[in-house]
């Protein structure tokens, strides 16, 4: 499996900006489908936005409008931008690569490769 680093959390007020990154070692996911979820305290992991192996995004709809989601294979990472960020958005942040080459799902357990987290709070 891909070995995956999350940098780029912090404590941002609401109405701010952070940019997440994610970088991979040991093989390139060019191939693969790539995402990005979330878990706050007491709350179930969920889905974020992804993009799949071919460019395709996809987002969860309270984050539509606002977090975008890009991948630079030659740098082998993926970032999530976020904007006008809300206090809901409170969250450990985890960038993840999917189990299979040329494949698409947005459901955690699809998904075969999984970094530590970085802790995203926004502050009222």
């Known amino acids: 499996q891909v070995q995956l680093v999350e940098s780029g959390g912090g404590l941002v007020q609401a109405g701010g900006s952070l940019r997440l990154s994610c970088a991979a070692s040991g093989r390139t996911f060019s191939t693969y489908t790539t995402g990005w979820f979330r878990q706050a305290p007491g709350k179930e992991r969920e889905f974020v936005a992804t993009?799949?192996?071919?460019?395709?995004?996809y987002y969860r709809d309270s984050v539509k409008g606002r977090f975008t989601i890009s991948r630079d294979n030659a740098r082998n990472t993926v970032y999530l931008q976020m904007n006008s960020l809300k206090p809901e958005d409170t969250a450990v942040y985890f960038c993840?690569?999917?189990?299979?080459?040329?494949?698409?799902?947005?459901?955690?357990?699809?998904?075969?490769?999984w970094g530590q987290g970085t802790q995203v709070t926004v502050s009222s």
């Open positions: 993840a690569v999917h189990q299979y080459p040329h494949a698409y799902s947005v459901v955690a357990s699809d998904f075969g490769s």
């Open positions: 993009i799949s192996w071919a460019g395709n995004l």
